[in-house]
DNA sequence: CAAAAATGTAACCAATCTGTCATAATGATT
DNA sequence: AATCATTATGACAGATTGGTTACATTTTTG
């Protein structure tokens, strides 16, 4: 698997820290990979989204002055940005104004915190961020219709019989049990199997769509995806 | 649609405040209900319990220091729930210590604020939450008239029957249910579904509103489409 | 290390979509 | 009613699109 797909399921979360001071950044850094996180650093706006590209972060700490940019247009852009738009945002901020926490929470942030912050009670945050946006069930299941996905086991069944698949069209098929009867376009489709900035081919997704079809064809689900000319594809019932 | 459903999709959102001194509990209620939202009191955990068998809130707020049990307790037993087990948190505690604040985050709050909390914060924190738990799911929804077009499902009913079209048509249609009872003109049409600088012919529009129509006759729906002679075509009711 | 599996591309074909034209139908104007 | 202007319709060819197979390359497995 690619570093560009790293998500968390399985694996430590990771974190970005967006934070200019250095001594801070790295205050945070070293505490939280002691908690057992992996994380990533920027010293600014543009570091941020350089960084952006290459790990999906599990949950992100900004804070609120950067150099180059303000938090709150780094949180715009990620908020706009179709592959990472989810993810949980911690506003960190030197200055104790109501007015800035209010502005911080409406414009997209999940959550406030005054310097000089206690580690205690960022950690606290962060777990408990995570704790809701990876789902409140300690095995992680997602099923529709007769296909049953268990991400910890990592594995498929059909209508009780186990499926083989590959981890692409493992991947591929998790993105439409999470987005069943949604259309899913081609390079939304690339964005979060391959990554943003991968240069895979249009029709590759074809071909293993093909070849998750033939799998589910195998089990007698062989309609379930559903080609949209022009667009992509939807998991469909039936 | 019973009480006990009640789920906030299209209405006012729930909040439920379980607080036991009357001062706050009333001033938090009333902020609310200022800002929209519907509010449930509950003066102590068992009134809380009583309350969620009856309505299905979309946030609680939960004071720290309850008469008849902690905050923490009546958290354990929410998340414990089957139903309501995933509703938003935030507590809100007198005491600053920092043990309990953290404390109150591990066992399953999403939120923690100290009294006396700012309602301006309190409030932007509510929004956040709320944004999260159900604001990234929106479907968007065109209806006019029986015919529904839903925009992540990329597909369009009349009368609950699905409604098969090309992607220009899909798109022509979407322009006529965004300006129902309004007139395009046909280098509106052209501009919008074509773009500004194509060289597609004018009689084009003329072809795919045939196409449109033909594709509406079937699901008995004729005359949607009316022409205004020289200048372009409208969406009407019948 | 050899064999098997997985992955990304290219190439081919079939289905479908699209734009244009010619012609018919309709409406407006005189 | 005759003429002109505009739109509807059907047919067609070229373009686009997606399904499929084959293959080279990489990765994993035994």
């Given at each position: 698997?690619?570093?560009?797909?790293?998500?968390?399921?399985?694996?430590?979360?990771?974190?970005?820290?967006?934070?200019?001071?250095?001594?801070?950044?790295?205050?945070?850094?070293?505490?939280?990979?002691?908690?057992?996180?992996?994380?990533?650093?920027?010293?600014?706006?543009?570091?941020?989204?350089?960084?952006?590209?290459?790990?999906?972060?599990?949950?992100?700490?900004?804070?609120?002055?950067?150099?180059?940019?303000?938090?709150?247009?780094?949180?715009?852009?990620?908020?706009?940005?179709?592959?990472?738009?989810?993810?949980?945002?911690?506003?960190?901020?030197?200055?104790?104004?109501?007015?800035?926490?209010?502005?911080?929470?409406?414009?997209?942030?999940?959550?406030y915190l005054t310097k000089p912050a206690s580690m205690l009670e960022l950690m606290a945050r962060i777990r408990a961020h995570l704790r809701r946006s990876q789902g409140f069930e300690a095995n992680h299941q997602i099923e529709?219709?007769?296909?049953?996905?268990?991400?910890?086991?990592?594995?498929?069944?059909?209508?009780?019989?186990?499926?083989?698949?590959?981890?692409?069209?493992?991947?591929?098929?998790?993105?439409?049990?999470?987005?069943?009867?949604?259309?899913?376009?081609?390079?939304?489709?690339?964005?979060?199997?391959?990554?943003?900035?991968?240069?895979?081919?249009?029709?590759?997704?074809?071909?293993?769509?093909?070849?998750?079809?033939?799998?589910?064809?195998?089990?007698?689900?062989?309609k379930w995806i559903q080609t949209v000319r022009g667009v992509g594809y939807k998991l469909i019932n039936q």
């Amino acid at each position: 698997m690619s570093t560009l797909t790293k998500k968390s399921t399985e694996m430590q979360n990771n974190i970005l820290i967006v934070e200019d001071d250095m001594a801070i950044r790295e205050m945070m850094a070293f505490s939280l990979r002691r908690e057992g996180f992996d994380t990533f650093k920027a010293a600014s706006g543009h570091e941020a989204l350089e960084q952006l590209n290459q790990v999906n972060p599990d949950l992100i700490v900004i804070d609120w002055g950067l150099p180059d940019m303000s938090g709150i247009d780094l949180i715009d852009m990620i908020r706009r940005d179709e592959v990472i738009r989810e993810v949980p945002i911690i506003m960190l901020t030197a200055r104790a104004e109501e007015s800035d926490k209010v502005k911080g929470l409406e414009r997209g942030a999940d959550d406030y915190l005054t310097k000089p912050a206690s580690m205690l009670e960022l950690m606290a945050r962060i777990r408990a961020h995570l704790r809701r946006s990876q789902g409140f069930e300690a095995n992680h299941q997602i099923e529709y219709k007769g296909i049953v996905m268990d991400a910890d086991a990592h594995e498929v069944s059909v209508d009780g019989e186990l499926l083989s698949l590959s981890l692409t069209e493992y991947k591929l098929l998790k993105l439409f049990l999470q987005n069943p009867n949604k259309l899913l376009a081609r390079d939304h489709i690339l964005n979060h199997i391959w990554g943003r900035n991968t240069f895979v081919e249009d029709r590759t997704v074809d071909v293993h769509i093909l070849r998750l079809r033939k799998a589910l064809k195998k089990h007698n689900k062989e309609k379930w995806i559903q080609t949209v000319r022009g667009v992509g594809y939807k998991l469909i019932n039936q």
